[in-house]
T-cell receptor, first 115, second 111 residues
Framework: DSGVTQTPKHLITATGQRVTLRCSPRSGDLSVYWYQQSLDQGLQFLIQ???????AKGNILERFSAQQFPDLHSELNLSSLELGDSALYFCASSVKGFGIQETQYFGPGTRLLVL | AQSVTQLDSQVPVFEEAPVELRCNYSSSVSVYLFWYVQYPNQGLQLLLKYLSGSTLVKGINGFEAEFNKSQTSFHLRKPSVHISDTAEYFCAVNAGNMLTFGGGTRLMVKP
């Protein structure tokens, strides 16, 4: 158990809908990262937040957004969902998030299925 | 920009045999290297990491990896695998906050 929690574990929804994925980092970690794992794209970095502020952005679509709250939990919002958004979404956390030596600890993921 | 190539998408091996999972990277800056394992229907678990110092890194579950700067490789090895090692293994580099992952190697251990 990494100490990172994600809810829900599974989510099934329809095209055009909007969903919110939630992540709670390990106790004491200030940084949260979101990754998408799909069959065709593999594991891709989406976005990072550090202590409530956006720190780095990867291959995140404009239909997707994220935020980190004062209690350091984070939410990833996916809107106007398409079939191709079906994937496993991972959250990871690290202590600081600006040292490239830092280890990122991953949650169990949320499996999203768009029908 | 950095990239990671895992040369084998699948590696079948018999139980108690040795295994090597290959990883090559490219980066214009210094990198830090990681191996993660993903068991079926689970998240990613850190196996080992190379930050600096000795190029031979030991991790959990009897795995080790060797950093080779001249060949830009970070291959993962285990001298004797178990059925329970069946999983997907990801090599990753961190050169600026985010992790860049390889495509993964599915290790299939057969009895």
């Amino acid at each position: 158990d990494s100490g990172v929690t994600q809810t829900p574990k599974h989510l099934i929804t329809a095209t055009g809908q909007r969903v919110t994925l939630r992540c709670s980092p390990r106790s004491g970690d200030l940084s949260v990262y979101w990754y998408q794992q799909s069959l065709d794209q593999g594991l891709q970095f989406l976005i990072q937040y550090y202590n409530g502020e956006e720190r780095a952005k990867g291959n995140i679509l404009e239909r997707f957004s994220a935020q980190q709250f004062p209690d350091l939990h984070s939410e990833l919002n996916l809107s106007s969902l398409e079939l191709g958004d079906s994937a496993l979404y991972f959250c990871a956390s690290s202590v600081k998030g600006f040292g490239i030596q830092e280890t990122q600890y991953f949650g169990p993921g949320t499996r999203l299925l768009v029908l | 920009a950095q990239s990671v190539t895992q040369l084998d998408s699948q590696v079948p091996v018999f139980e108690e045999a040795p295994v090597e999972l290959r990883c090559n990277y490219s980066s214009s800056v210094s990198v830090y290297l990681f191996w993660y394992v993903q068991y079926p229907n689970q998240g990613l678990q850190l196996l080992l990491k190379y930050l600096s110092g000795s190029t031979l890194v030991k991790g959990i579950n009897g795995f080790e990896a060797e950093f080779n700067k001249s060949q830009t490789s970070f291959h993962l090895r285990k001298p004797s695998v178990h059925i329970s090692d069946t999983a997907e293994y990801f090599c990753a580099v961190n050169a600026g906050n985010m992790l860049t992952f390889g495509g993964g190697t599915r290790l299939m251990v057969k009895p």
